[in-house]
């Protein structure tokens, strides 16, 4: 598919938070939501474009613009493009990403307006619901986002059809129609190199370099949810670290962030020793990765650590074993523990995942988790609060009676749809945002539904 001849002037934008909680939260609260997270996604579709040959494309970076609000019409009404497409990762700024649209829309009648992202995907059914949606979007993107875009921009500049876009909701003006193709992203896509040009702030250089999770057994999660039988993926060690020096090099940042759903320890070992054989003298984190019994090796963490490891995120979920056996998790809490003990010893900081509301987990299960989050909280920096959702093609999802979820909610089928059940578990946020305060960890808890209440807020006042 050739775009160099295509004349579609395509503008790119990543909006910021919602205003309301950039009053209320920490600085630590910001960066976990993402105002500090360069918005590797929107540089990633930016960096593909180019490589392509599509030149006609242009990003805007709204995450530190704090008159937002004030100039959001006079933002909508100078933009001269053909296409836009708003990318929303975080739940916060999906009200700045609507009102945008409708903004444009109200100033613009003839711009192709989309939005995607992953706050998008993991929204579709409570967006699709939204009125809003139908008078101000020409596009939903839920899931990879490379071939759609570059399919909307090919057909848009040829007059063809939508309807063999993968990956995308699209409107006809008369109602929400989901295409009958679907795309995920290989290998080759791992190793396109991210536009950072026009990115407003930088404090490190976000990565992904792996498609999936390379454990994929976990029963409430569908690593690559609509595409449950595609293959962990991953670069190339010599891949990864061509992207690491081109990055250095024209940045100028020493910084990495790799944002993956796990990196295996054996990858991690061989890009320790080629950065340090090669003298690349960075720091880098790993957002999130699994306990994997492997990591309790102390050359292997003194390894990361030479080679610039600042800080690992593990996939905890839960310190009850019966919890732990039910999720299929690849640790168990005795191996859980000698892993965040070795990482301390070398001074290698942590923070882990803990999954509430599990089918089936009690008031006790929770209390046995905060008593260890508690009694071992020497051992991690902070914990990040999640509450269980049930994902389409989790192993969950496909066999509800094993975990006693009797009545799932008819959903459609868009994709990345979400469904939920009525035999709701003992704990909520009420009683949990109790415990935490019990237990003495306000300090270390964070994420804690925090931003819901001003979100759903602000998404119904987009309804009227």
Not at 250 to 272: G, M, T, W
Not at 372 to 401: A, C, D, G, Q, V
Request: charged share 25%.
């Amino acid at each position: 598919m050739d775009l160099k001849n295509i004349k579609l002037k395509t503008l790119l934008i990543f909006p910021p938070e919602i205003e309301k909680l950039k009053k209320t939260k920490n600085n630590f609260e910001k960066f976990l939501a993402g105002e500090n997270s360069p918005p590797l996604g929107m540089a990633k579709l930016v960096g593909y474009l180019k490589k392509i040959g599509y030149k006609n494309i242009k990003s805007i970076d709204l995450r530190t613009d704090k008159n937002f609000k004030n100039n959001l019409n006079q933002f909508a009404k100078n933009i001269k493009t053909d296409i836009v497409g708003i990318s929303a990762v975080y739940n916060i700024q999906l009200p700045a990403a609507i009102k945008l649209a409708n903004a444009i829309r109200r100033h613009n009648k003839k711009i192709f307006i989309l939005i995607g992202g992953n706050a998008i995907s993991d929204n579709l059914e409570y967006l699709i619901n939204n009125p809003i949606i139908l008078r101000s979007v020409d596009a939903i993107i839920f899931g990879d986002g490379e071939k759609p875009l570059e399919k909307i921009i090919y057909h848009l500049g040829t007059d063809k059809k939508l309807y063999s876009v993968p990956n995308i909701i699209y409107n006809d003006k008369k109602s929400l129609k989901k295409s009958g193709h679907l795309f995920r992203c290989s290998k080759n896509f791992i190793d396109i190199l991210p536009d950072f040009t026009k990115i407003n702030s930088l404090p490190f250089i976000p990565l992904k370099i792996s498609i999936g999770c390379y454990w994929r057994k976990c029963t409430f999660c569908a690593p690559t949810r609509t595409y449950p039988k595609y293959p962990y993926q991953i670069a190339t060690i010599e891949s990864t670290l061509n992207i690491i020096k081109q990055l250095n090099i024209k940045y100028n940042k020493k910084r990495f962030v790799f944002f993956d759903d796990s990196i295996p320890p054996h990858y991690l070992e061989q890009l320790s020793k080629e950065l340090i054989k090669r003298k690349f003298n960075i720091q880098w984190e790993v957002k999130a990765t699994c306990l994997d019994a492997k990591f309790i090796n102390k050359k292997l963490v003194s390894l990361l650590k030479k080679s610039g490891c600042q800080e690992i995120g593990f996939g905890m979920e839960s310190f009850s074993p019966k919890i732990l056996k039910q999720m299929n998790k690849i640790h168990t809490v005795q191996n859980a523990l000698k892993i965040l003990k070795l990482f301390k010893e070398e001074k290698i900081k942590t923070n882990i995942h803990i999954l509430f509301g599990f089918p089936g987990e009690t008031i006790r299960d929770v209390k046995t988790t905060l008593a260890s989050l508690k009694k071992y909280n020497n051992l991690y920096e902070y914990f990040i609060i999640n509450y269980f959702r049930l994902y389409k093609n989790s192993y969950i999802h496909k066999n509800p009676l094993k975990f006693n979820i009797t009545d799932k909610k008819d959903i459609k089928d868009y994709g990345f749809a979400v469904c939920g059940f009525k035999n709701r578990n003992e704990i909520n946020y009420e009683k949990l945002k109790i415990l935490i305060k019990k237990f003495n960890l306000e300090n270390k808890a964070t994420e804690l539904n925090w931003w819901k209440p001003v979100f759903f807020e602000e998404m119904e006042k987009l309804k009227q």
